[in-house]
């Protein structure tokens, strides 16, 4: 059959014009300037600091199928979450259409390789339904922007006030014109053929071709062939300038996104080291130390600023944010996408800008942070932000910017090895002084020339605090009924260091580590079992070269399952039980199910889960040094967290981390609750239940272990 | 502007149980860590200060053995660009007037428009700078918790007043401060910090190469000996608020105001 219409390929203008001219120059011109702007984009990449991530290549793809292609992480904000979806799904469908688009008005009746027979007839369909719904997301998410506003999409007074909302809608109305004019092209010619009498083809009911060659039934040829023809170059130009666009701003993401994700941090709880490829040793010498200047951040950093969405899911669930300390994590991205838009401009002069701190980021800021790690563990595109963080530390820690009410105990992690400058003699008493204790459970001091097969590495909180000393006489009871042979390092035994390293004192923290790591090695241990989440991640993800690592949780759940500690009921206590999971043993080590199927053990206890709870568990306020540092709030962070447990009718919260307790119990007063609620830590709810249950036979015991 | 601090290792006392030896002359001290004396760190960090803003350097100088090196050490990495131990068998057993003899032969070794002490140390004496001030004839300052520099060899000096009032002095160079906490915020010293001053050689000098009498420092030249050291019988001098808690609150309200410590 004859074209009803000419092609933007064929059609002169005035009629001797040929439009392909225009088709073949418009993608040329905008393919060459998109080339440059990546291009001049790349150049602080480039300068950046080195950061090898082409490591475990399969788990990395991985990661793309299931964050990237899959938007796993989308629906944890539903309507959003399913719009991005729908529009993400969209983009993909429709981009073959685009291309072929581009390359018919320069050849007509092009088709991509393969989308010629039927494969093309199916492709048709499913992209006319792609375009049609991505119209529908369109418009949903613009009147979400301009009619619901969600308050996360708003910028605070202290980031500059004005939100974001014109790049947002702009963008929505590029993508719009795209759908529309993509349809229009179509449905004109679709029209023009039915002016024909000749058959239409195939158009998938209910979709924007479908709907617009019904209305534009009747239209004359000639005004379907300026619609045909014009419909595609709005298209064509649209296009290219939307391409050029994404660099611009947050809409950078829909080309780094890919990348952004498939170099990721792999792992979680860990800390990068101070400059990838410098050994330990060669530390002393580096001449500059952590991030002062924006080219201090590793490429894959500014790779991040480049990727963020703007969308503030991070900041959303950020504990200092909620409770009003002056960071917002979406802003430490933006502010540092903004300094490389402004000293890497897309013409002119490169220039070096002035030290961060001070300029672009402010002290209180950086020292906000609690690492908690909510913001990574929500962000749709694996922005990371705890090695920021660090980094900006040790850049200040090395320039003396540290806040006075820090200098103290770090003055005594260095000179004592725990935070409050105690003597390390006294690092065993909960274990010896305490005379009703000492009489039922004997702790080994392997400092003292004992020897046993496990380790059980307290930690300065439960070695040092009155209160949380009672956690490590719970752990010792628990590993001697579970029939453990244990003991512990007492003075020998130096704080793990795991704050000291993410406050950025990385040198005190390295010395902290080589001590313990000496002491443990020495000891001749064969496994270590700790109950502080701070110290277990450190001595799993910043340690190395040790025997196993298992927290007690793990411990007692064995021990339970094996028969070897058995928990008697509750028998209607009338308290309802709530599990706050600590940043350290879930987030950052996915120890989510253990401890509830320990509570779960204890027959006729009554557990809830509260709103926030797992991987979106809100922080106490932070641990180790983070006690020490007196941040500008509104509010205490333990002081939200014990509300959010009463909302969840709540009177008990048990957790399984000293500094949770800390917290916790601290909010309680703060908060008023006192008498309506309760803190308990994991081990002590576990060994009050023991009670009373009669201890396994020592024959028994013994085989256990 | 050259400026010299006169440092002190203490025992940190927030890092110590502090306990009384058997012969009950002196503490425990085979325990103790120890620290720069506090006052000494506000100090120092208040000459880096000057010194950025109107150039020169800053001499830490501190009267005792080999294990003092350390808190020179400490101040270097900080910014203090020399260090300088006064170190003799003869300096031992100075009393304060001993220490500020000899600290006087090291200033009038160098050129120092100003020198610096912490208000007081571990000793709680505060007597050095006062002293150290006399015997240079130059004009003295004590508890200062700002300094400027003004145009023609001057400063302008804050003092911490009873009361909480605040007085405001000039005072000619060359002169000694003696400087009080919260004068500014010290900066962190960190492990990296020490370890890159650590081969750093600090000069030392002894009685002779100051040109002192070894007679006239150390035990044989003091003039104060301490007789008795101890730990105070805990009196029963607390008193207890009675009442109910806004009575309570009313009452210790009231006690904080007669004491001056609410206005």
């Excluded at chain 1, 600590?582 to 199910?593: A, F, K, V």
Aim: with cysteine; proline share 4%.
């Amino acid at each position: 059959m004859e074209p009803v219409l000419a092609s933007p390929a064929s059609y002169d203008l005035f009629g001797f014009i040929p439009l392909w001219l225009f088709s073949l120059i418009i993608p040329v011109v905008g393919v060459s300037a998109f080339v440059y702007i990546v291009v001049r984009r790349s150049a602080p990449l480039v300068r950046a600091q080195p950061d090898p991530r082409l490591n475990r290549i399969p788990e990395r793809v991985g990661r793309v199928v299931k964050l990237w292609l899959g938007q796993y992480r989308h629906p944890r904000y539903r309507t959003a979450g399913v719009i991005h979806i729908f529009l993400f799904a969209g983009f993909l469908i429709l981009s073959f259409q685009s291309i072929s688009m581009v390359l018919m008005g320069i050849k007509e009746g092009y088709h991509l390789p393969g989308f010629s027979g039927w494969v093309g007839a199916v492709y048709d369909v499913v992209k006319s339904y792609a375009a049609t719904w991505v119209l529908a997301a369109v418009v949903v998410a613009a009147v979400r922007r301009v009619v619901f506003k969600p308050a996360r999409y708003g910028v605070p007074a202290r980031y500059g006030g004005k939100p974001h909302t014109f790049e947002a809608l702009l963008v929505l109305f590029l993508i719009a014109t795209l759908m529309i004019t993509e349809s229009l092209y179509e449905a004109s010619y679709a029209a023009a053929e039915m002016n024909a009498g000749g058959h239409a083809g195939f158009i998938a009911p209910l979709t924007l071709v479908w709907a617009f060659s019904h209305l534009l039934e009747g239209t004359t040829t000639a005004s379907l062939q300026g619609l045909h023809v014009g419909s595609y170059f709005i298209h064509d130009l649209t296009f290219f300038f939307f391409l050029c666009f994404l660099p611009m701003g947050k809409h950078f993401h829909v080309v780094t996104s890919l990348f952004n994700v498939f170099f990721m941090r792999l792992d979680t709880g860990t800390v990068k080291p101070v400059r990838h490829g410098v050994s330990d040793e060669q530390l002393d010498d580096l001449d500059r130390f952590g991030v002062k200047y924006f080219e201090d951040f590793t490429w894959k950093h500014l790779l991040d600023f480049y990727t963020c969405v703007d969308c503030g899911r991070c900041s959303d669930n950020c504990p200092a944010n909620a409770v009003g300390r002056p960071l917002s994590p979406r802003f430490i991205s933006i502010k540092g996408r903004d300094y490389a838009f402004k000293h890497y401009p897309l013409s002119g002069e490169i220039y070096k800008g002035k030290e961060l701190i001070g300029t672009v980021y402010d002290e209180d800021e950086i020292w906000s942070c609690t690492t908690c790690g909510a913001c990574e563990q929500e962000c749709p595109v694996t922005i990371e932000y705890i090695d920021k963080i660090v980094d900006l530390r040790r850049g200040m820690v090395d320039e003396g910017m540290v806040p006075q009410s820090l200098q103290k105990p770090l003055g005594s992690l260095e000179k004592r090895g725990n935070p409050w400058g105690k003597l390390e003699k006294k690092r065993a008493d909960w274990a010896v002084k305490d005379k009703e204790f000492a009489g039922k459970t004997r702790v080994k001091l392997l400092d003292k020339g004992d020897e046993a097969e496990t380790l059980y590495f307290v930690d300065s909180i439960s070695s040092y605090d009155d209160r949380m000393q009672k956690i490590a006489q719970a752990t010792a009871v628990i590993l001697d009924t579970a029939g453990v042979d244990f003991g512990i390092l007492g003075s020998m035994e130096k704080d793990s260091g795991h704050e000291a390293r993410r406050f950025g004192e990385e040198m005190l923290f390295q010395t902290l580590r080589d001590e313990n790591r000496e002491a443990i090695t020495e000891s001749g241990v064969k496994q270590i079992v700790t109950a502080d989440p701070h110290a277990y991640n450190a001595l799993v993800h910043d340690y190395g070269d040790l025997p196993p690592v298992k927290h007690i949780s793990r411990v007692i759940l064995e021990a339970i399952r094996a028969g070897r500690i058995h928990l008697n009921g509750s028998d209607g206590d009338g308290k309802v039980y709530t599990y706050h999971d600590p940043c350290y043993l879930g987030r950052h080590n996915q120890l989510y199910d253990e401890p509830r199927a320990i509570l779960d053990a204890i027959p006729d206890l009554n557990r809830v889960e509260m709103a926030r709870c797992r991987d979106r568990s809100f922080c106490c306020g932070g641990g180790g040094l983070m006690l020490f540092y007196e941040p500008e709030e509104e509010e205490r962070m333990g002081v939200m967290r014990v509300r959010m447990a009463a909302e969840a009718g709540a009177n008990v919260i048990v957790t399984a981390c000293p500094f949770c307790l800390v917290n916790i119990e601290d909010a309680i007063k703060v908060a008023g609750l006192e008498g309506q609620m309760e803190a308990i830590d994991l081990s002590e709810l576990v060994v009050t239940r023991m009670e009373g249950v009669a201890e396994p036979e020592p024959e028994e015991k013994e085989a256990a272990a | 502007m050259e400026i010299l601090v006169c440092v002190k290792r203490v025992p940190d006392t927030s890092e110590n149980e502090i306990e009384l030896n058997r012969e009950g002359n002196d503490i425990e001290r085979d325990d103790l860590v120890y620290s720069v004396n506090e006052w000494d760190n506000y100090a120092v960090e208040e000459a880096i200060q000057i010194v950025d803003k109107v150039g020169g350097s800053v001499t830490v100088v501190t009267v005792g053995d080999e294990e003092d090196e350390e808190v020179l050490r400490r101040e270097m990495a900080m910014g203090a660009n020399n260090g300088l131990l006064l170190a003799d068998d003869a300096f031992q057993g100075s009393d304060g007037r001993g220490i500020a003899t000899i600290l006087k032969a090291a200033v009038e070794k160098g050129n120092y428009d100003l020198i610096l002490t912490g208000a007081l140390a571990d000793g709680g004496e505060a007597q050095i700078g006062g002293m150290l001030a006399a015997m240079l004839d130059v004009p003295f300052a004590s508890v200062v918790n700002s300094i400027a520099v003004l145009d023609g060899n001057k400063l302008k000096v804050g003092r911490e007043i009873e009361g909480g009032n605040q007085e405001m002095s000039e005072i000619e160079l060359p002169c000694v401060l003696s400087i009080q906490t919260g004068i500014n915020e010290p900066r962190y010293v960190g492990i990296r910090g020490i370890r890159k001053v650590a081969s750093v050689e600090i000069p030392s000098m002894g009685a002779a190469d100051l040109g002192l009498d070894a007679s006239a420092v150390g035990s044989a030249g003091a003039r104060v000996r301490r007789m008795d050291y101890f730990v105070p019988e805990i009196g029963d001098g607390a008193e207890m608020l009675e009442g109910s808690t806004d009575e309570i609150i009313e009452k210790l309200i009231e006690m904080l105001k007669a004491k001056g410590g609410l206005k």
